[in-house]
């Protein structure tokens, strides 16, 4: 929730215009508020002709605590697939993955174990949702244990269907950790717990699993920085069979950026992502965030591109049939735009520019591509209502 309303506040500056729009576009569904939701955030899964995502529950309403919801890619129709009722069922999901033919998701909050957060009790879930029958189930509980305390956790699968995820805190020194849930035997183990010095210091929620790795990154520590000053964010990699972690790079900020905030794609031996502050401060007091690369085999850093506006960098990437293509919240006029990145020139070519109205705007979890279409949501816009009166959101569909 706080990255929520960090990136609607944050929505009010005003950005350039950047080109005009190539494609074509169609809103899929508009959220109403209310028993439907709104403000839809993280990337969209594709399920045979219908696409599956969460929304967060409202700080200021305690009787919504958020969804799993479906629409087809066709005709729009929407469908609740599962309400969350806070206590041991969890409350505010905030992520979900999908294999052989079961969810599984993650919740900030819920669980009735302590770790009182926004409006419900507990430390947050991991749950699993039958695509086909929608029963919900519970399968791990966190606790205000050292080791296993979360604060909105993500995760991701690897080909055996283990599920790997960060948490914001615990690890055993309060910095957050890597942790690893196995759903056929229920099993839980901390895979690395942060120190805040030159490991890292709240590993960011998104992880990568790549060549039998996790690659991810943390928000502050690293010794690229004063630690005494919090550090400027570490690429790290975490070796799921021993629980080894090596840090890959260390940022510096300045040019090199700070605070690396994106999510991740792998491509060609480099892994791609967007840090929140540094670069060039012209347009910025502290920089307005760059694109950046880091090569795996050595850690070298190259920034590809430097955002010029505030609030780009809050973007999320695709890699899809060769190309890079990202969703910039406030680019175009201010409301958001599609871009395709090139990632040896840095130049950005803007597909698509929200408007704000039925369109949406605000657009920021990563797209999801399938048999030549883009599918993404927009964090407001369309439908009155919602967040900070910010519009409910939207999920649409675009061909380049």
Not at 184 to 200: N, P
Not at 298 to 317: D, K, L, P, Q
Request: net charge negative; charged share 10%.
């Amino acid at each position: 929730m706080s990255i929520l309303r960090h990136v609607l506040v944050a929505a009010l500056v005003a950005i350039t215009p950047l080109a005009a729009n190539a494609g074509t576009f169609e809103t899929l569904y508009a959220f109403s508020g209310g028993n439907n939701g709104g403000n839809p955030y993280g990337q969209l899964t594709y399920q045979h002709g219908t696409l599956y995502g969460i929304l967060p529950g409202f700080a200021a309403d305690v009787t919504y605590l958020g969804n799993v919801y479906s629409v087809k890619a066709a005709n729009g129709n929407y469908k609740v697939v599962h309400t969350f009722q806070g206590g041991a069922d969890g409350a505010a999901p905030t992520g979900l993955i999908f294999q052989d033919g079961i969810f599984y998701g993650t919740t900030a909050e819920g669980g009735g174990l302590g770790c009182i957060q926004g409006i419900n009790q507990g430390c947050g879930t991991i749950f699993s949702i039958d695509a086909k029958s929608g029963v919900e189930s519970v399968l791990y509980t966190f606790s205000q244990d050292p080791n296993s305390v979360a604060t909105g956790p993500f995760a991701v699968l690897d080909q055996d269907g283990v599920i790997y995820g960060t948490t914001s805190f615990g690890g055993g020194s309060g910095k957050g950790s890597v942790f690893a849930f196995n759903p056929s035997t229920e099993s839980f183990a901390t895979l690395h717990g942060f120190t805040g010095g030159a490991d890292g210091n709240d590993p960011n929620p998104q992880l990568l699993y790549e060549n039998s790795l996790l690659y991810g990154a943390t928000s502050y520590g690293g010794t690229g920085c004063a630690l005494h000053l919090g550090g400027c964010g570490t690429i790290f990699t975490v070796n799921p069979a021993t629980g080894v972690e090596t840090v890959l790079y260390a940022f510096k900020y300045g040019k090199t950026g700070k605070i690396p905030y994106s999510n991740f794609i792998y491509h060609a031996g480099w892994l791609t992502g967007d840090t929140l502050i540094g670069g060039d401060r012209q347009s910025c007091r502290n920089g307005c965030g760059v694109n950046f690369k880091v090569k795996v085999a050595t850690g070298r850093e190259t920034v590809i591109n430097t955002f010029a506006n505030r609030g780009e960098s809050y973007s999320g990437i695709t890699l899809a049939q060769g190309a890079v293509y990202e969703t910039l919240p406030y680019g175009g006029s201010g409301y958001g735009a599609l871009a395709q990145l090139d990632l040896k020139s840095g130049q950005q070519t803007v597909l698509y520019t929200f408007t704000g109205g039925a369109d949406g705007k605000y657009p920021q979890a990563p797209l999801t591509y399938h048999d030549g279409a883009f599918y993404g949501t927009t964090l407001g816009g369309a439908n009155p209502g919602c967040f900070a009166n910010e519009g409910c959101g939207t999920v649409f569909k675009f061909v380049p």
